[in-house]
Nanobody
Framework: QVQLVESGGGLVQAGGSLRLSCAAS????????MGWFRQAPGKEREFVAA????????LYADSAKGRFTFSRDNAKNTVYLQMNSLKPEDTAVYYC???????????????WGQGTQVTVSS
């Protein structure tokens, strides 16, 4: 089992920045690819970004490219999502997830955190 706990969400004005963190505990964290997803009210959970277990190779949704940066610190069992130039449409609950492969498909991830709310005001 891998337990994931997100933090860092909050309320920010459009154009602002937030850094989300996801701390992992339990089974060996290093062997898992990690993903960030988000879910807005009334919408499906959608892919945001993913990173391979060794930190080599990342994927970003088109909506995240150029604005969001995914990083991980295996020594701290923590991954981060730096979000810049935030827009009101980025408002959602953000979830981190752990899985075997680095793919944008939420069904491929075995473990999920509880989510952290990000609200971007216009």
């Amino acid at each position: 089992q891998v337990q994931l706990v997100e933090s860092g969400g909050g309320l920010v004005q459009a154009g602002g920045s937030l850094r989300l963190s996801c701390a992992a505990s339990g089974r060996t964290f290093n062997g898992y690819s990690m993903g960030w997803f988000r879910q807005a009210p009334g919408k499906e959970r959608e892919f945001v970004a993913a990173m391979r277990w060794n930190g080599i190779g990342t994927l970003y949704a088109d909506s995240a490219k150029g604005r969001f940066t995914f990083s991980r610190d295996n020594a701290k069992n923590t991954v981060y999502l730096q979000m810049n130039s935030l827009k009101p449409e980025d408002t959602a609950v953000y979830y981190c997830a752990a899985g075997v492969v680095m793919v944008p498909d939420k069904g491929a991830y075995n473990y999920w955190g509880q989510g952290t709310q990000v609200t971007v005001s216009s």
